[in-house]
Nanobody, 115 residues
Framework: QVQLVESGGGLVQPGGSLRLSCAAS????????MGWYRQAPGKQRALVAR???????TYADSVKGRFTVSRDNAKNTGFLQMNSLKPEDTAIYYC?????????WGQGTQVTVSS
């Protein structure tokens, strides 16, 4: 009913930038919350950032001031702008969407920060 597709991952040097996209399709309510999570090797999946359809945002302390979450509600697409990337940002990044009483997950996109 709802599908999410992440894109924009890749290999970047420390200090570089990437922008991830999350395209949602299906039955999406006027109210929804889109979240970005990441999972590094050997670690649990953790919240990176979250944004509601009204524009309220939440960030993990580790990314405050470096990452910016946004969304285009008309296009049902979310974005995660990642600046000043560090090696510890290396992970698989997932978007999710809570809408119509259900939580949906994308397949993830790999982000690797290395020189």
């Amino acid at each position: 009913q709802v599908q999410l597709v992440e894109s924009g991952g890749g290999l970047v040097q420390p200090g570089g930038s990437l922008r991830l996209s999350c395209a949602a399709s299906g039955d999406i309510s006027s109210f929804s919350v889109m979240g970005w999570y990441r999972q590094a090797p050997g670690k649990q999946r953790a919240l990176v950032a979250r944004i509601s359809s009204g524009g309220n945002t939440t960030y993990a302390d580790s990314v405050k001031g470096r990452f910016t979450v946004s969304r285009d509600n008309a296009k049902n697409t979310g974005f995660l702008q990642m600046n000043s990337l560090k090696p510890e940002d290396t992970a698989i990044y997932y978007c999710n969407l809570y809408t119509v009483g259900r939580l949906y997950w994308g397949q993830g996109t790999q982000v690797t920060v290395s020189s």
